[in-house]
Every structure is written in C-alpha cells, then in structure tokens.
C-alpha cells in the first residue's frame, strides 16, 4: 500500500515562494492521478491542484492560477507543488493524495491515498 509523506512547509512573508514535496513508499506514483489540498482552520478541504498520471493533464483551482505549479518526477516517486507569491489566504494545512481512478478526480472523496499534511503559514 503506497504511502505519502509531505515536506516543505513552512512560515514565510507574504510575496514569497515554498515548494513542497509529496514522497512515496511503498508503492510506485506513475499509477496514481494525484492531488493537492489545503484545509484552513474551520473551512472545508479545498482541491488546490490535480494531475494525470504522465503530467499531461493539469488543473488548478482559480485562486491559485498563475502562482502555483504541480508537476512530478515519477523516477524520484515525488510530486510537487511549487507556490509563488503566496498570500495571507493560502494559509492552509497542505496535504497530497493518490488516486486510481479512470480520470483525473478533483472531488478529495474519490483519492484514496493521503498524506499526513504540511502547515504552509503566509504572514502578511
């Protein structure tokens, strides 16, 4: 059974940029669609990113078009979200999961794997 462990997480100043890492074990991620999300204290979880399995399909929720970027590096097991010009409202736990579905799911019901998350904290 895959397992996922986030990194990267952090404090930093509003403006600035963190990547974080989603490794996995146990299991190989080339088979897997996979997932962002964040989950702010007392909102819902928030589908931030999702990718394909090759990394040819990308989407992204609109409030982080053209500040975040998902890709993968299936040979290092890793997917990645690199965020730029973070805002005080991307403050948020950030967690990756893996989903074999047909499709590329956006719903965090239809991923079945999940990370333990990463706290992104952006200061105004």
């Known amino acids: 059974q895959v397992q996922l462990v986030e990194s990267g997480g952090g404090l930093v100043q509003a403006g600035g940029s963190l990547t974080l890492s989603c490794a996995a074990s146990?299991?190989?991620?080339?088979?897997?669609?996979m997932g962002w999300f964040r989950q702010a204290p007392g909102e819902a979880r928030e589908t931030v990113a999702t990718?394909?399995?090759?990394?040819?399909?990308?989407s992204y929720t609109d409030s982080v078009k053209g500040r975040f970027t998902i890709s993968r590096d299936n040979a290092k097991n890793t997917v990645y979200l690199q965020m730029n010009s973070l805002k005080s409202e991307d403050t948020a736990v950030y967690y990756c999961a893996a989903a074999l579905t047909n499709g590329v799911p956006k719903s965090a019901l239809e991923y079945a794997y999940w990370g333990q998350g990463t706290q992104v904290t952006v200061s105004s």
């Open positions: 990718m394909s399995r090759t990394g040819s399909i990308k």
């Open positions: 146990g299991g190989s991620l080339s088979i897997f669609h």
